[in-house]
């Protein structure tokens, strides 16, 4: 028996351990175990020592009304979470064929707004929106003030991928697609494109969780999303603890999921 | 436009802020990340356990609810810590998840002929990883490390929401007071490039000095 079967990636840093070695091992399990054990014991001692495990505070959230508030504010987060992603999805590839353009009017705009938006914060671009917005004279409904930033800055995320998917495709299949006497921009979208994206199965999950993460800014523009929703709840009933505890469990819950399907989605098919 | 020369000192110490913001909360990342990434590959399961739910949770949770649980939940459970100490906190806690996942990977890239190596001479996990793995490891992970200096830096302009002043906060202040979004927020957006670019030239600079060519 192997110790580390888990983890292949570390397979090699220990040796299958000798009977000294198991003593040790099993030593320092009991000792690991004991001081995390003390751990959760010391932390769930001090709450119930500032008298946050009352029964009183967690029992809002045992009712129907306050979960449908809370659930309802998920529902919202996924809504904007997976339309900003598939819209991030069309605005990054389109960015990235930009960067990747061989007319320099075409790719030097796309290279500076994926520059841009990537080294920016977006609660910055929250914040222009929003406040700077109205200053202007724009107005926009609440969705949008949190979509259109989300959009363009995981855009420019997205639309790095997507450039480095193409970077790693091999030479060869634009040479032999260029050969067949195919235009560059079908090479592109016939031959390219199809490839990558099956290439970035996973990063397209990826991309919904980096969404979902972000619509949390929803908090900033008071747009009733999860951790908004999680905001108002807490201070409703005065259980700020109780109930970002419960809201991030369900982020968790949610984004663990997503990352699990992703890597099911990287591992090859077994044909 | 002249207003905002005027008040250029505010978005400066706003930026100041940002910078310490980042440089105090990367070594917390860095170095608990690296207690969680050395446990993550550790022969002892319930360090792996540990390490593995604590990298789940906060990379799957989002930056600003860990940061506002910091800031207005923590203080229920009997911790206060002053605003500013807690938004490192928060960011030092997230980034953490990263950098483990990062040592993890980097650990991952070490030629495996070389830990065959180290072990043949005699040395137990804590030498093989001390002598051998990490200093190689951190030597190849500059890039994507300065990647989370980066982020880390990013991710500091959500501090903004929970009402310190750095950058983002300054900006938004500076435009409640004087009504002139486009400057405002373009000079933050000019300070923010700043510390990237900046960032970017000193990790290329680190990584031609001790980087390995493979």
Known sequence: MTVNQADPATGALFDELGPRGRKRLRWATVIASIVVLGLVVAVIAQLAHVGQLAGRLWAPLGEWPYQRFLLGGLVTTLEIGLSAAAMSMVVGTAAAIGRLSGHRWVSLPCTAAIELFRSIPLILLVYFFLIGGPMVGIYLPPYWELAIPIVLHAGSVFAEIVRAGVN??????????????????????????????????????????????????????????????????GEYTANFLQTYFVTAAIYIVINFALSRIAELLDRPKSS | MSILFDHLGELGTGLLTTLELSVLAFPLAVLLGTVLGVCRVSPVPPLRAVATGYVHCFRNAPLLLIMVMVVFALPYAGVTVPLFGSVVLGLGLYFASYVCETIRSGIASIPIGQIEAARAIGLGFGGVLREVVLPQTFRSMVQPLGNIFINTALGSALAAAVGVQELTGSARQFNLTYAQPVPSFVAAGIGYLLITLTAGQIIGFIERKVGIER
């Open chain 1, 168 to 233: 790693s495709l091999d030479r060869g299949q634009t040479d032999a697609g260029l050969a067949l006497g195919l235009r560059r921009q079908q090479v592109l979208t016939l031959v390219v494109l199809p490839q990558v994206f099956r290439n970035l199965r996973p990063a397209l999950v990826s991309q919904l969780i980096r969404t979902l993460k972000e619509s949390s800014l929803g908090y900033v523009v008071s747009y009733p999303e999860l951790l908004n929703r999680g905001q108002v709840l």
